[in-house]
């Protein structure tokens, strides 16, 4: 089977634009937006979910890391698990992703739109919606460089406003704070609110403050120096994300002290800040308006090349899927097709009221994913290269049974959702190979280029 035509991808991007990408997609004001939720189901410990779920993630991103180490591929975990465990479940595992990618700007772009209609009520949700659809696929039509110039605003943008909140947090907490030292203890084990059963709960909630960081890893062909920088940005990223995430919402917690109920659940961040000074509840707002916005360009970005890796294999139809543009050296047909799909998405999940079930179907591919890629870890590095350490044993089978055991908490719709669409990919799967008796996908990478 023959590579898809066109030229190879351009090494553009350094570590710092990896890491900005990296924070960007995730969001560095990501526990802002399921802040009430985090607080209701974990009976008030916020911090403590934020920081459990950090070490969670941490697991998975290390072995996201090494992988990107032995195969500098924009194919990420759909090339990991093909290549180490079996090509049929890289295929699966890519299918998985591409619905946990395509979901996530869709998701942004409903969240977007809704937000700017309180400013201007009069556009209605469709127009807004394609403003948000034109503005992500524009940005990601200009090249890599374009999109890594945009997240650098971006991250300097949402450094300001958080660097303001918690000034204004701490003059806000000197001046109100009693109880002593249980009064800032609390936000981590409050003990007559204690409950490990909601905390837990909580927690898987509070996983989705770091999804999107295995993104890095589908920019492996446009990075200089993939086999270290990957790894130390994904990991970087995860680690900054965490330690952020968890000042945020302990600030927050602080202002808002644990048990007093918040006028409203999807806004309750912006409460909390709007205590500290009123303008801040609208600067919030707008803030994560244009975090949502960041994060649906940036996924956009790494739905197209997960794309691309499927369609150069072989996965997906080579032709349309392993195009890319002669001039700004992103494949272009993919940028376009995810767009479109996010956008009819974004309609279909307004009229069905379906957030909520949009975010879980994204948690059922991303697990899937970071399931596949921790037993690709322990396959290459454990069982082929044969270095028996407690690290290579213990890390990625850890990671893999948090995954797995978030993944069986989802809701039953989700599964069936996700189960449906999983249903349709190994039916193109088995149509493509004539009922799996030839070669499903072609693993064999490009040379490495400098």
Not at 54 to 83: D, E, H, N, Q
Not at 241 to 266: C, F, K, N, R
Not at 364 to 374: D, E, K, R, S, W
Request: aromatic share 12%; net charge positive.
């Amino acid at each position: 089977m023959d590579h898809a035509p066109g030229p190879p991808l351009k090494r553009a991007l350094k570590l710092s634009d990896l890491i900005l990408y990296g924070i960007v997609v995730i969001q560095p004001v990501a526990p802002m937006s399921s802040y009430g939720v985090l607080y209701t189901r974990g009976r008030g410990h916020v911090v403590t979910t934020i920081l459990v779920a950090m070490v969670a993630m941490l697991l998975t991103a290390i072995s996201y890391g090494r992988m990107a180490r032995v195969y500098p591929s924009a194919g990420s975990a759909f090339t990991y698990v093909g290549k180490e465990i079996h090509p049929a479940l890289g295929y699966i595992t890519g299918w998985s992703m591409v619905m946990d990618y395509i979901l996530n700007p869709m998701i942004c772009i409903v969240w977007c739109s809704k937000g700017a209609m309180e400013f201007v009520p009069e556009a209605p949700y469709v127009v807004w919606a394609i403003a948000f659809f034109a503005l992500f696929t524009w940005l990601n039509l200009r090249g890599v460089k374009a999109s890594a110039r945009f997240n650098t605003v971006l991250a300097a943008g949402m450094g300001v406003v958080i660097i303001v909140f918690l000034a204004l947090s701490a003059r806000y907490v000197i001046g109100h704070a009693t109880g002593g030292a249980d009064y800032f203890l609390r936000p981590f084990y409050d003990r007559p609110r204690w409950q490990l059963g909601s905390v837990l709960n909580a927690t898987s909630v509070a996983v989705l403050t770091y999804i999107g960081f295995d993104g890095i890893s589908t920019l492996s062909e446009e990075v200089e120096n993939p086999r270290r920088n990957i790894l130390l940005a994904t990991v970087f990223t995860c680690l900054f994300i965490g330690i952020l995430a968890a000042i945020e919402v302990y600030a927050a917690q602080l202002i808002w002290p644990t048990g007093e109920a918040y006028p409203s659940e999807e806004t309750a961040f912006a409460h909390a800040a709007g205590r500290t000074a009123p303008w801040m509840f609208v600067v919030i707002v707008v803030t994560l308006l244009v975090a949502n916005g960041g994060s649906g360009t940036g996924a956009q970005l790494g739905a197209a090349r997960l794309l691309y890796g499927m369609g150069r294999s072989g996965a997906l139809p080579p032709r349309f899927f392993g195009f890319v543009d002669p001039v700004r050296r992103v494949p272009r047909n993919n940028v376009w097709l995810v767009g479109a799909i996010a956008l009819v998405g974004a309609f279909v999940l307004e009229m069905s009221g379906g957030y909520d079930l949009g975010a879980q179907l994204l948690n059922f591919g991303a697990l899937i994913a970071f399931m596949g890629v921790n037993l690709a870890t322990f396959v290459h590095h454990f069982i082929r290269q044969r270095s028996h350490t407690i690290g290579n044993f213990l890390t990625p089978l850890a990671g893999f049974a948090i995954c797995l055991l978030l993944w069986l908490s989802l809701g039953t719709t989700a599964k069936i959702v996700g189960g449906a669409w999983m249903a349709v990919g190994i039916a193109f799967g088995a149509w493509k190979t004539r009922g799996f008796r030839g070669e499903l996908v072609n693993f064999d990478l490009p040379p490495d280029d400098a």
